[in-house]
């Protein structure tokens, strides 16, 4: 049984009898006799579910902290539903009128946004059908912030609700036809909110709560496969793969040009040192006859070669891998060659050079079709050149993130609960910059505990106290200090 009562409710058009209704669903939500959540779950959460009247402005039933009073405005954070006449009813998570107490804690926490925006990502993209179907705000205690107009005027049906509410909705779902598409949504940020005060699903509902999260952190940690990326490449020809360390992004560079390739192409690194002439050409010194023994003379760069390289073999994809593109100030590097890399420029872009570089481009420089672009990115690096935007809009850049399922293949029952226990620090206390430092996979890949205690210890270890030394962990650095504890202990 479970949300089937409350989903009949949300999908009715009558509304009589609201109060009952709502307190028939929300008890059967609890107990071991059907109930999602255990009966002791009822001591953090109530209902509040008032009757309709003229005077009653908006109706709604919405899941309270159980430490508000039984009528009134209330605060902290709550499930809601909100009637409206001719569709089903808006389902929204809300903070109370009264403010964020009690749970100013939970909804002031980056993983608790960052968790209901990926609720809202997966709903949208999973449930759609191209069109938008829920919302989510980026910080929920910003009760300052109303509804973005273009989403009011999409979901117009609920625009009275807006209009009472909209400022304290952090998140809201629109639901269609499908009632299977609702109940995703509402066991989602029912699960949610339950799991933010310390409970969770009870047993029998446990696999089915672990697939709705996977489902949705999925667009929280979106993987990348090789495939897309070289699907990506045929089709933008320029893309950077960026992502935390560890994550396999020079792994996979290697991987498409030695598979998806055949090794026609080659791979160079960047470094702070990276010069225009290194990458597109200059001035080098040669062997010379006269009094000095050298002399100057044009010399190509790595992308004139790779260039050269792929105009003589058009029939074939040439890649250039660039490792640690950010490394050096690509923007510098690249110079004027930055007007060449358009992947679809309607017209074949030409650069003047200042020497004659010899066949086959002499003094006008141009990137052939067959020519394309991988870059590697560690976001991680804070020691690194910002990527400009005029770069940035040339380049497809993709993120590659740290992957369970790369560590439940690979890695033994230590190395998984390390990996669970680090990500889980990351999700719910790093900014959004701090996130894209949470270490790769490639950290917990030992298959047995000996060498996992090892590799732990001797890598990631290290790794975490330069996090904490530099600053980059600042606003959770007592928990990344609880792990190295831990890990300290293997």
């Not at 929204?92 to 609720?119: C, F, N, Y």
């Not at 003094?363 to 910002?386: E, V």
Request: charge should be neutral; proline fraction near 7%; include cysteine.
């Amino acid at each position: 049984m479970s949300v089937e009562p409350l989903l009949s409710i949300i999908h009715s058009s009558n509304q009589d009898s609201w109060p009952e209704r709502n307190r028939a669903a929300f008890e059967v939500l609890f107990g071991g006799n059907g109930g999602r959540y255990r009966t002791h779950a009822k001591d953090i959460a109530t209902l509040r579910a008032p009757e309709f009247s003229i005077d009653s402005g908006v109706p709604f039933a919405a899941y309270i902290h159980s430490s508000n009073p039984s009528a009134g405005p209330y605060g902290g954070m709550s499930f809601a539903i909100f009637p409206a006449s001719g569709e089903p009813c808006l389902v929204a998570m809300v903070v109370g009128t009264q403010g964020l107490s009690p749970d100013e804690a939970i909804l002031g926490r980056p993983g608790h946004a960052r968790k209901i925006q990926a609720i809202c990502a997966w709903l949208n993209k999973q449930h759609g059908k191209g069109r938008q179907i829920a919302w989510a705000k980026q910080d929920p205690t910003r009760v300052d912030l109303d509804i973005p107009d273009p989403v009011k005027r999409l979901w117009s049906p609920y625009q009275r609700i807006f209009d009472r509410y909209g400022k304290v909705i952090y998140a809201a779902f629109t639901p269609t036809l499908d009632t299977e598409t609702t109940a995703a949504a509402v066991t989602a940020f029912l699960d949610v909110m339950f799991e933010e005060r310390g409970q969770r699903p009870l047993a029998q509902f446990a696999a089915q709560a672990e697939a709705i999260q996977s489902a949705w952190f999925e667009h929280l940690m979106a993987s990348t496969t090789r495939q897309q990326v070289t699907a990506l490449l045929d089709q933008r020809r320029y893309v950077v793969l960026q992502g935390p360390p560890g994550t396999g992004k020079t792994l996979m560079a290697g991987q498409i040009l030695r598979d998806d390739y055949a090794s026609v192409g080659r791979s160079i690194q960047f470094h702070p040192n990276t010069t225009y002439e290194n990458f597109i050409g200059g001035l080098a010194p040669v062997d010379g006859a006269g009094s000095l023994g050298f002399r100057f003379a044009p010399a190509s760069g790595f992308l004139m070669e790779s260039a050269a390289l792929a105009l003589k073999n058009p029939s074939k994809k040439y890649l250039l891998h660039i490792d640690e593109i950010n490394r050096s100030d690509l923007g510098k590097i690249l110079g004027e060659a930055i007007y060449l890399l358009e992947p679809e420029p309607g017209f074949e872009r030409k650069i003047d050079l200042p020497y004659d570089f010899g066949e086959p481009f002499h003094r006008t420089f141009f990137l052939p079709p067959n020519l394309h672009i991988l870059g590697t990115m560690n976001s991680a690096d804070r020691s690194i050149a910002i990527v400009d935007v005029a770069v940035r809009r040339r380049f497809a850049f993709v993120p590659l993130w740290p992957s369970m399922h790369v560590v439940e293949q690979h890695g033994c029952e230590l190395t998984q609960k390390a990996f669970r226990d680090l990500i889980s620090i990351f999700v719910e206390h790093a900014s959004d910059d701090a996130l894209a430092l949470v270490p790769g996979h490639s950290y917990f890949l030992a298959k047995d505990e000996a060498a996992a205690r090892s590799n732990l210890r001797t890598s990631l270890a290290p790794l975490l106290a330069e996090y904490l030394a530099q600053g980059y962990v600042t606003g959770f650095a007592e928990s990344i200090r609880g792990y190295l504890q831990w890990l300290h202990s293997l």
